[in-house]
């Protein structure tokens, strides 16, 4: 730490950026409101479609293997809208009490939480469709193909490119 209160560690004042605790608290906060609005937008619209699927008519004719399919789907798409509006509520709560980077942190983890149960809720629900929808044998390898999808876009590629990029 430098006099002005500025980090001068070697990532930051070499290639990193130059930015106290605080700012960098700030500056992530900032991050994972813009990320965590993108998917709580994507589980609030499924979970509220979700919602209203047990008050159609065709419900009632779901085998009982759909209905427990459709009964976790829903209590999955439950608990990831709870995981990521979650930050927003714990922000709420804390602020002003000067644990901004420990507020982060906690949000941060809520938020990977949030997201290993979309993960869950779209997959399970993407069970439920096709298997209402076609009946076919394949469905499971087709949900296990997509399963597959998000895991690459949504973990596996970051995970790498943290691990390629990263400077020591």
């Known amino acids: 730490m ?26 992530q906060w900032g991050e994972l409101i813009q990320e965590v609005r993108v998917a709580q937008t994507g589980v609030q619209i499924l979970f509220g479609f979700l919602l209203t699927v047990v008050f159609t008519p065709h419900y009632p004719q779901l085998g009982d293997t759909e209905k427990v399919i459709y009964l976790v789907t829903v209590v999955l ?11 927003v509520s714990f922000h709420r709560l804390v602020s002003g009490q000067r644990i901004k980077p420990q507020a982060v942190r906690w949000a941060s983890r809520l938020t990977f939480v949030g ?11 993407l069970l439920l469709v096709l298997r209402v929808a076609t009946h076919d044998a394949y469905v499971p390898y087709l949900v296990a193909a997509i399963l597959a999808w998000y895991l690459l876009c949504w973990f596996v590629l970051p995970v790498w490119a943290r691990i390629r990029f990263s400077e020591d």
């Open 77 to 87: 798409g439950a608990s990831a809208t709870g995981a990521l509006i979650g930050p």
């Open 2 to 27: 430098s006099s002005d209160g500025k980090d001068i560690s070697p990532k930051a004042s070499g290639r990193g950026r130059d930015e106290t605790h605080d700012e960098r608290a700030d500056r």
């Open 115 to 125: 997201l290993v149960l979309l993960l869950a809720t779209m997959t399970s629900a």
